[in-house]
């Protein structure tokens, strides 16, 4: 069923634009074992595509959080390596093990339906679980979600991609230990 018929659950009007996707896709890093979380996978529109800048790794973990089970479930199909978590994506700390360095975090989910205290705290987990040169990429359509997500994330940048809604699509790197 499309996003829109779930607004209330998906936070969404429609999937991911393609263009967004692929800008996404690009942020995988060069480690030959990268980490990856995404955080609202959905139908897999995004996982597909960062997937599939994955194959040529030697090997890879991709953690995908999604809250409907149906979806979470079928997750697993787009790649046998992927580890599909049915859970509340903003509490993504507590499912991953202790130490876990991660090389890239995804986000499509509808951060401005989401409780403002849990989305900061999500965030700062984030950053803090993040290795060194690591990045954390958001896609979202509520502009007003810039300035909180700005103030946990200096130097991050963001792109407008002219689509219908407007999407947005922030990058953070943390800075590598000098
Ligand atoms: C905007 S849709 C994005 C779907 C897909 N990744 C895409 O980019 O087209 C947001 C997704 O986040 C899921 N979601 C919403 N709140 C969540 C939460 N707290 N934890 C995990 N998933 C959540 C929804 O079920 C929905 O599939």
């Known amino acids: 069923m499309s996003y829109i018929f779930n607004i ?4 969404a009007v429609r999937t991911t634009p393609k263009n967004v996707i692929q800008q996404i896709a690009k942020n995988i890093s060069a480690n030959q074992a990268p ?3 995404e955080l609202g996978a959905g139908k897999g529109e995004i996982t597909a595509a960062v997937i599939n800048s994955l194959q040529s790794k030697e090997e890879f973990q991709y953690y995908a959080f999604e809250i409907s089970k149906p979806q979470c479930n ?4 787009i790649h046998n390596r992927i580890k599909p978590i049915c859970e509340d994506a903003l509490k993504f700390r507590s499912f991953i093990p202790t130490n876990t360095k991660v090389d890239t975090i995804i986000s499509s ?6 409780p403002k205290a849990d989305v900061d705290q999500m965030l ?6 993040l290795m060194p ?5 958001i896609v979202f359509t509520a502009p007003w979600l810039a300035f909180q997500l700005k103030r946990f994330l200096p130097n991050c940048t963001i ?20």
Do not use: M, Q, W
Not at 124 to 129: E, F, G, S, T
Not at 159 to 178: A, D, G, M, N, R
């Open 8 to 11: 209330i659950r998906t936070g």
């Open 35 to 37: 980490i990856v979380i």
């Open 74 to 77: 079928n997750l697993k199909n």
């Open 109 to 114: 989910l509808p951060l401005s339906f989401l």
């Open 124 to 129: 700062v987990d984030a950053k803090n679980c």
């Open 133 to 137: 040169g690591g990045k954390i990429v």
């Open 159 to 178: 792109s407008t991609f002219l689509s219908f809604p407007p999407y947005l699509l922030l990058t953070y790197e943390k800075p590598s230990v000098s």
